[in-house]
């Protein structure tokens, strides 16, 4: 089967590690692929919704849901204000921020760090090899 391309990977590896996990995409067809994925990979524990981010996390907090661990992809804009104080709401122990956008990112982990988390770890990946684009993960803890 022909996927186009790594729809839900993220949230399909780390569901080896978790007991739930939900992703959330704001493309219809790249939710469709996601499920395919998960299918193909056998991997049960995961639920996928064509929802934005940011109103899904307002509607867990306000529902006072838990999760553990947030991983976040967002768009070159970075998160928005809605989706991080969900976020700081939602407190989880730790969240994983991946972004091709260190000026959005830096932002946003500001505002995290003002609100409880601490930088963990940071690591830059090369993966624009010739331009200045690189994308990098930071983990924030509690």
């Known amino acids: ?12 590896v780390a569901a080896d590690k978790a ?10 067809d790249a939710v469709k692929d996601a499920v395919v994925n998960a299918k193909l990979n056998d991997t049960k524990n995961i639920r996928f919704f ?4 940011g109103e899904f996390m307002q509607k ?8 553990d661990v947030l991983f976040t992809d967002p768009p070159r804009a970075g998160c928005s204000r809605e989706f991080l104080d969900a976020a700081i709401a939602l ?26 988390y601490k930088v963990k770890a940071c690591r830059p990946f090369d993966m ?3 331009t200045k684009h690189i994308e990098n993960i930071i983990l924030l803890t509690k």
Do not use: M
Not at 60 to 67: G, K, M, R
């Open 128 to 130: 624009f090899p010739h």
């Open 91 to 116: 407190s989880p122990s730790k969240i994983v921020y991946i972004s091709c956008n260190i000026e959005t990112q830096v932002r946003d982990v500001y505002h995290l760090t003002k609100h409880g």
């Open 19 to 28: 007991k739930n996990v939900i992703g959330t995409e704001l493309n219809k």
């Open 50 to 53: 064509a929802l934005d981010a």
């Open 60 to 67: 867990l907090a306000s529902d006072n849901e838990h999760i």
């Open 1 to 12: 089967d022909e996927i186009s391309g790594p729809v839900g990977t993220i949230g399909i």
